[in-house]
């Protein structure tokens, strides 16, 4: 029974993590299940089988390129000053490009009501604030504010990546970025008052 349950997991695992690739490569737009099976090598039977439905199939991906991301974030090893630039450099990447194209789409058709991706909300924002404040990312956690900081940072992120996937002027987007970095530093300066000797 165990292997049998492994078994079906893995192969789940397989189908997601190639539906995940495919849709980053093409978008969502209306494809039906039939023409994204024809393409990863299955049936829409077998997407059906393991995910429900198309609907269920979508949410199960745009939460797996989140997780990826939010695990990202566990793994940075950096004072918090470069926290924000580590991770700029990995979503900025080029290579999660595609990803990052198929939040937003996923993300546009969420704040529109459109279902399953309706669900994904107000968890694709307050999943991340989750996940920074208890990280220690954020500075005082019980200071009410520092989660308002976080949001504003999560927004200014995103909206910089929007621009990014859309235009795709780096050096442009890059420079906004370092703005923002130089903003937060003059008001971490003023935040930690003055040294007491």
């Not at 595609?98 to 999943?127: H, I, M, N, T």
């Not at 990014?164 to 923002?180: K, N, P, S």
Request: net charge negative; glycine share 8%; proline share 4%.
């Amino acid at each position: 029974m165990y292997r049998m349950v492994h078994s079906r997991t893995v192969r789940r695992q397989e189908l997601l993590d190639a539906v995940v690739t495919e849709l980053q490569r093409g978008g969502i737009g209306d494809r039906s299940l039939r023409d994204i099976a024809a393409v990863i090598g299955t049936s829409h039977r077998m997407l059906i089988h393991h995910f429900g439905s198309r609907d269920g199939l979508f949410t199960d991906v745009v939460r797996r390129v989140e997780e990826d991301q939010r695990r990202f974030l566990e793994t940075l090893d950096a004072p918090p000053e470069q926290m924000a630039l580590a991770m700029w450099q990995r979503l900025s990447d080029p290579q999660l490009w595609p990803a990052e194209r198929l939040f937003f789409e996923c993300y546009a058709r969420a704040s529109r009501g459109e279902e399953p991706y309706a669900s994904l909300l107000p968890g694709l924002v307050d999943d991340w604030l989750d996940r920074v404040v208890a990280l220690g990312h954020a500075g005082d956690s019980t200071d009410p504010g520092s989660r308002a900081r976080v949001r504003l940072s999560l927004a200014l992120v995103r909206g910089l990546l929007l621009d990014l996937v859309g235009t795709e002027d780096r050096e442009g987007v890059d420079a906004a970025f370092e703005q923002y970095r130089a903003l937060e530093a003059i008001a971490m300066e003023r935040n930690a008052g003055p040294v007491e000797g």
